[in-house]
């Protein structure tokens, strides 16, 4: 094992893991007394195949991708704004910390009957469900990369004669753009979280209400092959959210702080 | 005083800060109370409902429930997650070997699980609780993962040239010094449980606060929902709030020593 | 005469094997004898530290011997105690000063009365009986050290090992430092060998100096340091062979640098 060096043994251990999982997984299949409740490896990768040449499967893809993208959009703009408004004035804080202290902790499920019952089984369901996922976290640290913005280039830069909002604009905002950074890539597994959510439960457009389906009907290869496309958009997500923050804050990377 | 200067003052920002809420609520009351929209109902009959419903009527059959899948999913995933997170921290050829597996997993929203699973195990609430304790076993098994391999090499070192037994090792030097990530991992698993707790009851359960809430406004039983959702808020609220506290104490020194390192 | 302590015959260490293999240390033999202060001077980067790091048995030299007490030294020994040059990462954050001095005692399992005899009699040697109670990163950097070397204390070592011990910390603490490690020697009869790159201080403190040079390392010198009466700072410093020692041995780095 010394013999090898890490960057070789690292991917190489990673593959051996997947194929014993899938082994095990096979094995499971054949121990399992109804075919259905577990079905084999090959079955599901033919699923796979076949699901992935369904044009409804691609657009219940582009749904949910869409609807968690607007959402994740949506929320960034609201937080911000609200964030910095929390950041710069601190009787705007103290007004508001009461509510937002309050309403951080509690996710976002927690108001789905009444979105459900308001907006209906619909695509606006979803990106409400979205926006009110993720919007406080990205408030709130919008507000702590302004509040941690540098009092000595904000001074230097009023001494030039930029008016409030030119401040705000070239020295806060990229001050705490670290801060916004992280919030936002933070945020992005939890927008699809939601709309699957909104899909299962509230039927909303997507891959969320297709599983639903599958389930109900009892399909339940189709079941499988949809956690598996679900698995895989999770990690294109994640992957993608953190090029994205790594390609805009390059330069900012040395600042990052992440607090406890 | 200049307006920034009086925008500042103690006093005001003070009454702000108790004002606004207690206003805004105030005014919810009083702006709702003649209510015929039958989305929004009046708050004093949802504080009526509310009093009806949960306080003892639905405790035992409804809340008891919930919270204790809840608590006990979350405290499955916070011991396996920290037996194992500390053993794939110290031995990277396993992380290795589990990596993509565990990144795989947690890149599926949980909710999704679950109809897998009740297909493999079953309706019974014991997959409720299942799916519970492996959502939330991710982010504190990530976080003692990265705390574990975080310890300073140096102290390491020192346990070493003084002889600390491994366990002492394992036990006073990296699970104490992992532990500030531990307790950021458990606050998100405390979290993604109650998340999980709710989703799971509103995909389809007989009982828990979740289930009635759902079913409330599937029903249009509208202020039953209410009841429900303001529940659900407060639970979400006060649990956050104990972990919190919970989670300042004991890591009363890492906050010191912070802030030591900052000023320096 | 006096016994041999620590004895070092023919260490070498290099890392990785093969094509891309480092050679630290070429040929090191010295020996250190019972109750000497040894210093080990040498140019930056010339593998001081991975010296300490095999002599602490935190790693295995590549060929050569070193034994402590006639013994070969395979893995931590338990006579000897290791002070860091980074005193604060040495230090647990999490525990205060009387636990952090008292954590290398728990192991040993003495009986509580005698445990915490060891930790007020070292607190007190280094002069941080007010401190007990306080947290490392309340403290200065020479507290911080102070508490090292005071935890090393209540080990009760024979031998007491320092890596570049008082590099980080300002002059004036530096002496008060160096003076509590003669004290150190005097009252606890211990062998100290310290790793220093300061040239006076290595002087100062030492019965012999060991000069190390060239790459891989070696021993290039090694000088008995005698001086008349009690080590003082400010009269031992002005004597002429203090001056004179000093610049044998910066010449001897400077060839070999």
């Given at each position: 094992m010394k013999r090898f060096p890490a960057s070789v043994l690292q991917p190489l251990l990673g593959v051996v893991g997947i194929i014993l999982l899938l082994v095990l997984w096979q094995w499971g299949s054949t121990q399992v007394s109804t075919e259905r409740a577990l079905p084999s490896v090959v079955a599901v990768g033919t699923a796979l195949i076949i699901n992935l040449q369904n044009p409804a499967v691609w657009l219940a893809i582009g749904q949910t991708l869409g609807i968690a993208l607007a959402g994740w959009a949506a929320a960034a703009v609201i937080g911000v704004v609200l964030g910095i408004a929390v950041g710069t004035s601190r009787a705007f804080s103290a007004a508001t910390r009461g509510l937002l202290d309050f309403l951080r902790p509690i996710p976002a499920i927690v108001i789905l009957p009444l979105v459900l019952l308001v907006l209906g089984p619909t695509t606006e369901m979803g990106l409400f469900l979205v926006v009110f996922g993720v919007v406080l976290p990205i408030a709130a640290q919008t507000a702590a990369g302004v509040e941690a913005a540098d009092p000595v280039a904000r001074s230097t830069a009023r001494s030039f004669g930029m008016g409030t909002l030119e401040i705000l604009w070239r020295v806060v905002l990229p001050g705490a753009s670290p801060y916004i950074g992280t919030a936002m890539r933070v945020a992005a597994p939890v927008t699809l979280v939601m709309v699957v959510v909104a899909g299962m439960l509230g039927g909303a457009p997507g891959l969320g209400s297709l599983l639903s389906l599958a389930q109900m009907t009892g399909r339940y290869v189709d079941l499988f092959s949809y956690v598996v496309i679900l698995g895989i958009l999770g990690l294109i997500v994640q992957a993608a959210s953190t090029r994205a923050e790594r390609a805009v804050l390059h330069w900012h990377t040395s600042y990052r702080q992440e607090g406890i | 005083m200049s307006v920034r200067g009086f925008t500042n003052s103690r006093p005001l920002l003070l009454t702000l800060e108790i004002g606004v809420p207690v206003t805004l609520l105030a005014w919810w009351w009083f702006a709702s109370a003649s209510s015929t929209n039958p989305f929004f109902p009046s708050l004093q009959k949802i504080v009526t409902e509310f009093g009806k419903l949960w306080l003892?009527?639905?405790?035992?059959?409804?809340?008891?429930?919930?919270?204790?899948?809840?608590?006990?999913?979350?405290?499955?995933?916070?011991?396996?997650?920290?037996?194992?997170?500390?053993?794939?921290?110290?031995?990277?050829?396993?992380?290795?070997?589990?990596?993509?597996?565990?990144?795989?997993?947690?890149?599926?929203?949980?909710?999704?699980?679950?109809?897998?699973f009740i297909a493999m195990l079953g309706f019974g609430n014991e997959v409720r609780l299942f799916i519970i304790a492996l959502a939330a076993l991710f982010p504190v098994l990530i976080s003692t993962i990265d705390g574990i391999r975080g310890t300073d090499a140096l102290l390491v070192d020192m346990s070493k040239v003084y002889r600390f037994s491994r366990i002492e090792r394992l036990w006073f030097v990296y699970l104490r010094s992992a532990s500030p990530q531990i307790f950021s991992g458990m606050l998100v698993s405390l979290q993604v449980a109650f998340i999980v707790m709710i989703t799971s009851e509103m995909l389809g359960a007989a009982r828990g606060i979740g289930a009635m809430t759902l079913m409330a406004q599937k029903s249009f039983d509208i202020l039953g929902m209410w009841a429900g959702i303001v529940l659900l808020g407060i639970l979400g609220y006060l649990v956050n709030l104990l972990f919190s506290m919970f989670r300042r104490r004991a890591l009363a020194w890492h906050l010191g020593a912070q802030r030591a390192q900052a000023s320096n | 005469m006096t016994d041999v302590r620590l004895d070092v015959r023919g260490l070498a260490k290099t890392y990785g094997s093969g094509p891309g293999a480092v050679p630290i240390i070429g040929d090191l033999t010295f020996d250190v004898k019972v109750g000497e202060i040894v210093s080990i001077v040498g140019p930056s980067g010339i593998g001081k530290t991975t010296l300490l790091k095999c002599l602490a048995g935190l790693q295995p030299m590549t060929s050569g011997s070193a034994t402590i007490d006639g013994r070969p030294i395979v893995g931590p020994p338990r006579e000897m105690a290791l002070v860091f040059q980074e005193y604060t990462r040495s230090l647990m954050p999490w525990l205060t000063v009387e636990k952090n001095v008292f954590m290398p005692l728990r192991h040993l399992r003495l009986p509580k009365a005698e445990a915490a005899s060891r930790v007020a009699t070292a607190l007190q040697a280094v002069g941080l009986t007010d401190a007990v109670k306080k947290f490392p990163w309340q403290l200065s950097g020479g507290m911080q050290q102070r508490v090292a070397i005071a935890r090393a204390l209540a080990y009760r070592p024979e031998v007491l090992v320092m890596d570049e011990p008082f590099a980080s910390v300002d002059a004036q603490t530096r002496f008060e430092l160096e003076d509590l490690c003669l004290q150190i020697r005097d009252e606890f009869a211990m062998t100290i060998v310290l790793v220093t790159h300061d040239i006076d201080e290595a002087v100062y403190l030492s019965d012999r100096v060991v000069v190390l040079g060239e790459k891989p390392a070696r021993v290039t010198r090694i000088l008995p340091v005698e001086f008349e009466g009690t080590r003082d700072q400010i009269v031992t410093r002005a004597l002429p062979e203090f001056g004179m020692l000093r610049s044998e041995i910066l010449t001897l780095i400077r060839k070999t640098a």
């Open positions: - | 003892f009527d639905h405790f035992l059959s409804d809340i008891v429930p919930s919270m204790s899948n809840f608590v006990i999913g979350f405290a499955i995933a916070c011991v396996a997650g920290v037996l194992l997170g500390t053993l794939l921290g110290l031995v990277p050829p396993l992380n290795w070997l589990l990596g993509p597996i565990i990144q795989f997993i947690r890149a599926v929203p949980a909710v999704a699980l679950l109809p897998i | -």
